[in-house]
């Protein structure tokens, strides 16, 4: 019974701090209509993104509020004909250009060699870039919702995190858990005051930086090698004296990052190790969620089946408090709450396995993305 009644404080405890985080959930940029007067370059890297760059593109052409706009598009070596579909949406709209990237040179890493080429072949030179994934779509304000945000919170690097679309069983069980652990274990405002490098966090499917500040950091020369570009750069810009800012996006955009079971698989397969660090902190942090998620249910039934209700009331207990956090985390990230919080041990379980087998590829040295070696 101690040991259940600790499990239902610890659990109670983390799930008063993903409230708090929730209610003070940082920055909402307003999705109606604003504008901004400063020149705004948005950046897409694609890589074989033929079958789903549409949509996002489409969603670039129909900002509003920034007459400064650019469009940059790099064809990271696509070989599906992602080209051609860019050429054929954008049309001969003089905001686009449309760029032919180069393989990425020893100690480079695919996607932040690709976000460097972008930054560094805008043109005319903007103030602000904005770096967005091919599998979000803005809202028609969304970028000058960012800038204006970026600016008011004096930062030099915005991340405003995209609400996550989930369709599939693989989608609702792995996902949520992206914004859960945020909400749930970083300390979200004091890590935008500190000024310590390792206090950061940034989301790489959308992000806005000042140009000044991006190229006084090293820009993604400064991570080019780092499978967690988005996180080391928000690191970098902090080594370089800026400030960092993390923001509710989902009222600005949407973003579906993975089309099924196999490429999320792959997708956390090749991160996850990175996300860790080193193995040991990986196996302590897992069997921690384990113990104070995934064990509750568990223990609840097998103390039914022993006859020992008491025990099973409070096990209970402390299930339904990890699902509340998981509630509180979908209600202030416009995700989905319901019925999916209920199978957050699931959840958990999922996590596991997923970081086993990023570590297990890592040091096979079998992780690739697209058809290029992580490490």
């Not at 019974?1 to 003070?24: F, I, P, R």
């Not at 405003?160 to 693989?170: E, G, K, L, Q």
């Not at 921690?288 to 998620?293: A, S």
Request: aromatic letters at 6%; a positive charge.
């Amino acid at each position: 019974m101690t040991v259940a009644l600790a499990l239902v404080v610890a659990v109670a405890a983390l799930t008063g701090h993903t409230l708090v985080n929730a209610l003070a959930w940082l920055r909402r940029p307003g999705a109606g209509p604003v504008e901004v007067a400063e020149s705004v370059a948005v950046l897409l890297p694609l890589r074989d993104e033929a079958d789903r760059v549409t949509p996002c593109l489409r969603a670039l052409l129909a900002q509003r509020g920034v007459p400064g706009l650019r469009i940059v598009v790099l064809d990271d070596g696509s070989t599906d004909g992602t080209a051609d579909v860019v050429r054929a949406v954008a049309g001969a709209d003089p905001r686009v250009t449309l760029l032919t990237g180069v393989a990425p040179p020893p100690g480079w890493l695919g996607k932040p060699h690709a976000c460097w080429q972008l930054a560094s072949r805008a043109d005319p030179e903007p103030t602000v870039l904005a770096f967005v994934d091919a599998d979000v779509v803005l809202t028609p304000y969304a970028v000058a919702a960012a800038v204006t945000e970026l600016r008011a919170a004096d930062a030099t690097l915005l991340s405003p995190y995209p609400r996550i679309v989930v369709r599939t069983v693989a989608d609702r069980l792995a996902q949520p858990l992206l914004q859960w652990l945020w909400l749930t274990f970083l300390p979200l405002r004091a890590m935008e005051r500190s000024r310590r490098p390792s206090l950061a966090a940034a989301g790489g499917q959308f992000l806005v930086v000042d140009r000044a500040g991006y190229l006084r950091a090293g820009g993604h020369a400064a991570v080019a090698d780092k499978v967690l570009e988005d996180i080391e750069l928000a690191r970098a810009v902090k080594r370089a004296g800026g400030r960092i800012a993390l923001a509710d996006g989902s009222r600005l955009a949407s973003c579906r990052m993975y089309e099924d079971w196999p490429q999320l698989r792959d997708g956390y397969t090749k991160s996850l190790w990175a996300s860790f660090g080193h193995p040991a902190g990986a196996a302590a942090v897992l069997t921690l969620l384990l113990l104070l998620y995934t064990a509750p249910p568990l223990v609840a039934v097998a103390a039914l089946l022993a006859g020992a209700p008491a025990v099973a009331a409070v096990a209970f207990l402390a299930y339904l408090g990890g699902v509340a956090g998981r509630v509180v985390s979908a209600r202030a990230t416009g995700g989905r709450a319901w019925p999916d919080a209920l199978a957050h041990p699931v959840s958990v379980v999922v996590l596991g396995w997923l970081t086993v087998r990023s570590y297990h590829l890592r040091k096979r040295r079998r992780l690739t993305w697209r058809g290029r070696p992580v490490t």
